[in-house]
């Protein structure tokens, strides 16, 4: 039994000695084991007063941590906000987003109340002016036409619009370098095609009328002027360009070119033979090749050499090729025959006598028809105007006794 008790005592003693912590599991050894106990305890009081300083710090660290993370938690929240601003901002971007919606529903407006305004426009007639006329040359044009600038929509014919339409078929000299002439449109419901020019020199209206049937327009009556004088080889494009706007057709490419062609054709042959007779050829071989319906070039030869004798016109054989290749091109394209010829025919005056005789009846009682062609202000261009038309104007502004003389006198 003493060994058995003094083993365990000198297995303690050995353990204390060396510092580390011992067990007891023997009943013998529980006083010297709380004492170990004890003094474990108080060593761990220190230790756990040293961690709870240390835990203290940690927690101050850790308020400390958090106190600086709720001040850059806000710097950041500041941030965002900056990109979603506060109530102020956002009542400010709101203010400038509803004066944005504003100005764009204003601009609407106007734009509604623009075009609004262009259907207030008592009829459906288009003027174009030249784009390098002065104010004053413009004002000028508008009293001409014998109407108001806000009573029409106004067209400006730059100097590209006339060398897209005539590039490649007129020369630059034909062309100009700038863009003069002017026009008035008025689109009616029969009659064919009538034309008034004012000023322009080389360019015929029965010229343009002929050339505008061409183009494929129907029924209007036009008049083509400028303040000063030209050559009116220009008239053409603002013409077509009213036409379409008038209208709310748009030509048909190839016959606007064809168009183009056929007035640089005929300006040529007016060079040689003078611009009735060349006026003339062209109306009739263009009549007779649509009416028979020729497309060979053999046929419509045969068609300009028998014209052209009609008129004892010696054509070369530049000529003669000029006007059956343009012939050749108009016959592809589609066109009313009856309202083309109601034009060419007032032009070669081959109107029937009891055709005649109705017109001038109906021109006596119900007017003329001629529209615009009759209201011109003469005046406005200065005495010298040069002036020339495809109908007869003498009676329109005379007294009802003078229209029932020239009734009468067959004028």
Known sequence: MKKRRILP??????????????????????????????EQEAEGGVIGDSASTDGVSEQAGSDSAAADGTESGAAVGDSVKTEEPSSAESSDTADTEEATTNQD????????????????????????????????????????????ADEVRTIIVTHADEVQYMEGIATDEQIGATT??????????SGGIKVKTANLNFVTSAMIASTLTTAGMENCNVVAACPFEVSGTGALTGIM????????????????????????????????????????????????????????????GD????????????????????????MEKISQYDY????????????????????????????FFVGSGDGILSETNDE????????DSTVSESGFKDGLLTRIMNFFKGE
């Open 303 to 326: 068609a300009v050499d028998t014209i052209a004798e009609k008129y004892d016109a010696e054509l070369t054989e530049e000529q003669r090729s000029q006007i059956v290749a343009l």
């Open 180 to 189: 003069n002439s002017c026009a008035y449109v008025e689109p009616t419901e």
């Open 380 to 387: 406005a261009l200065g005495e010298n105007v040069i002036t």
């Open 9 to 38: 005592l000198l297995m303690a003693a050995v353990l204390m000695t060396a510092g580390m912590p011992m067990t007891a599991g023997a009943a013998e050894t529980s006083a010297d084991a709380a004492q170990e106990t004890t």
């Open 241 to 300: 360009m009213a036409y379409e706007t008038a209208s709310g057709e748009s030509l048909d490419e190839g016959k606007k070119e064809a168009a183009v062609e056929e007035l640089i054709t005929t300006g040529a042959l007016a060079d040689a033979f003078g611009q009735e007779t060349a006026s003339e050829i062209m109306n009739d071989v263009k009549t007779e090749i649509l009416d028979k319906g020729y497309t060979d070039a053999e046929e419509i």
């Open 105 to 148: 529903e204003e601009g609407a407006d106007k734009e509604d109340a623009d075009e609004e305004k262009d259907n207030e426009v008592a009829s459906d007639n288009v003027v174009t002016l030249g784009e390098n006329l002065s104010a004053e040359q413009r004002a000028a044009m508008y009293s001409y036409f014998g109407v108001e």
């Open 336 to 363: 009313d025959v009856s309202a083309l010829k109601d034009t060419l025919d007032n032009l070669s005056g081959e109107l029937s006598g009891l055709s005649s005789v109705w017109n001038s009846i109906k021109t």
